[in-house]
């Protein structure tokens, strides 16, 4: 059994930015458990052929971070994932990340006013306590296989966009994928021009804006580098834009005049009228992610490419077959169905001071103070937590607003002696319903679309419902009435 200050769960960008926070502020002993080989998050877990950040490069690193390096304005996985390492090693954290530890329970101890933290590993299982205990483990970190009758039947190779097999050959072979949503739009374009045949499943046809995805020419880069204010400036410009094209998804006139521009997109890639009919979006714009490509159109319109929109009745071991009785015979099947953020898998194994594990607590509808840490859960921090994802920006920028505010309340609980702090039920439920009310006008209630950032309860518990700087002003001050502070 080890015993340290800090333990983060996760050695994704929030796990390390937290790491590098914690170490610059005067915590020196965090340990961060990682059940990967490696660290990155979702970014060394998403290898498809075609991944790319959707956010702007300038904009998708850390403030107290920034790389001048970046060669194009939209990062590729493995540049994003290079950069993620490269901060690591650079602030000491590398050494600090102990792999394959995968959390299989993490229980408070009032006793001790301490977390108990139990792993497996290839060897066995592990004991390790914590003052603080800091989950860092991603919305977007277990994939869900779609529910379709005989899924399991199918005779050849099939896997999940996040759990590519690049051992598989897809060259002059007959393709399948399901899903049209942000990781299919990647594969899709990156794949067609070398299988003999492609057939696309859509349930829902997204929303597609242009990407304008270009090379950083190398004397902008040696500017940035230079003069990091260029970068800064650039990085301001992007913010801003960023905050702007949120507006549509909370007001209803915008969002037409928002869907009559980015229509044209569809319209100027697709000519075929009937092909276009069927790849236009029927709920308001912003519902559902909203998704940017320069080549997914196009590749649709090749003659190797098959866009199927009428439901799956079942997979069959050479394929699929339709509600309609169309059979189309694959020999890969792709599965680009996403995952599921509101069920965390984590959830029912963190057991807080009532003995009630967070699954429990939150019954299907995750709730937490600010998005950071949760009533009756003491000295537990969520990073990437409920209500904390953006449709229209970047994370990154809430992870730090999320930093700020834990290390705050932890100075606080240093300055007043105490050994642990959890915000109070009343300031928990009193943000929620603020939340809540103003999620009500936004597009994700209103948009006519079943989407993954509602939860089974049909609440939006993944967004946060305002442009990012509203939260990074409201993360930024720490009301220790807030919380409650035991010594
Ligand atoms: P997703 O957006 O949830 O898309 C899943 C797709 O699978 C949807 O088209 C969905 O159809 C379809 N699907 C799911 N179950 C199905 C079923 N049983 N039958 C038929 N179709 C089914 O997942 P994703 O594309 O992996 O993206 C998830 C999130 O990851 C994104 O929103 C984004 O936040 C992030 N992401 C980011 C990047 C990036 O930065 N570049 C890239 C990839 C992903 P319906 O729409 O009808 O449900």
Redesign the pocket.
């Known amino acids: 059994m080890s015993h340290h200050q800090v333990l983060i769960v996760g050695s994704g960008f929030a796990g390390i930015g937290m790491a590098i926070r914690l170490r610059e502020t005067g915590t020196e002993d965090v340990v961060l458990l990682e059940r990967a080989a490696t660290l990155g998050g979702?970014w060394q877990a998403?290898r498809y052929p075609g991944?790319?950040?959707?956010?702007e490069s300038v904009l998708?690193s850390f403030s107290f971070a920034p790389n001048p390096g970046w060669t194009r304005t939209?990062a590729t996985?493995p540049e994003v994932e290079a950069h993620l390492r490269s901060l690591a090693d650079a602030h000491g954290i590398t050494e600090r990340i102990r792999f394959g530890e995968e959390v299989r329970s993490a229980r408070w101890d009032a006793v001790h006013a301490r977390w108990e933290v139990v792993t497996s590993t290839a060897t066995g299982v592990c004991t390790w306590t914590a003052d603080t205990l800091i989950l860092a483990t991603g919305?977007?970190s277990d994939?869900?296989r779609?529910?379709?009758p005989g899924l399991e039947s199918f005779g050849g190779p099939m896997f999940h966009?996040?759990e590519w097999d690049a051992t598989v050959p897809l060259d002059g072979r007959r393709v399948g994928i399901?899903?049209?949503?942000?990781?299919?739009?990647?594969v899709i374009p990156a794949i067609q021009p070398r299988v003999a045949q492609l057939v696309v499943?859509?349930?829902?046809p997204?929303w597609v804006m242009p990407r304008r995805d270009r090379a950083i020419p190398e004397r902008t880069r040696q500017r940035y580098a230079v003069r990091p204010w260029t970068q800064r400036l650039a990085r301001l410009a992007q913010y801003l834009r960023h905050e702007v094209l949120f507006l549509p998804f909370r007001h209803a006139a915008l969002r037409r005049v928002a869907e009559a521009v980015i229509g044209l997109h569809l319209r100027s890639q697709v000519r075929d009228p009937a092909l276009r009919a069927r790849l236009r979006p029927r709920y308001g714009i912003g519902c559902?992610?909203l998704?940017?490509s320069d080549d997914f159109y196009p590749a649709m319109t090749r003659s190797n490419v098959t866009l199927e929109t009428t439901?799956?009745r079942r997979i069959v071991p050479d394929g699929i077959e339709t509600v309609e009785g169309t059979h189309h015979r694959l020999d890969v099947l792709l599965?680009?169905?996403?995952?599921r953020p509101t069920d965390p898998p984590l959830a029912p194994a963190v057991v807080g001071a009532a003995g009630r594990s967070l699954a429990e607590v939150w019954a299907g509808s995750p709730r937490a103070h600010l998005g950071c840490s949760v009533a009756g859960f003491p000295n537990l921090f969520l990073l990437n937590g409920p209500n904390t994802?953006l449709?229209h920006s970047s994370v990154l920028l809430m992870f730090e607003a999320q930093f700020a505010q834990i290390l705050g309340v932890l100075a606080v609980r240093r300055a007043r002696g105490a050994r642990s702090v959890a915000p109070t039920e009343a300031a928990q439920a009193r943000y929620v319903r603020w939340l809540d009310a103003a999620h009500r006008t936004t597009v994700w209630q209103s948009g006519g679309?079943?989407?993954?950032y509602l939860d089974r309860t049909g609440r939006n518990s993944t967004l946060w419902p305002y442009g990012v700087g509203r939260y990074r002003r409201l993360l930024g001050r720490v009301r220790p009435e807030e919380y409650a502070f035991d010594a």
Do not use: E, H, M
């Open positions: 979702t998403n991944c790319a950040c959707d956010v998708y939209f996985q919305a977007l994939p869900i779609p529910d379709i966009t996040a399901i899903g049209t949503g942000a990781s299919a739009i990647q499943a859509q349930r829902t997204p559902k992610r998704l940017l439901a799956i599965l680009a169905t996403g995952f994802g449709g679309c079943a989407s993954w």
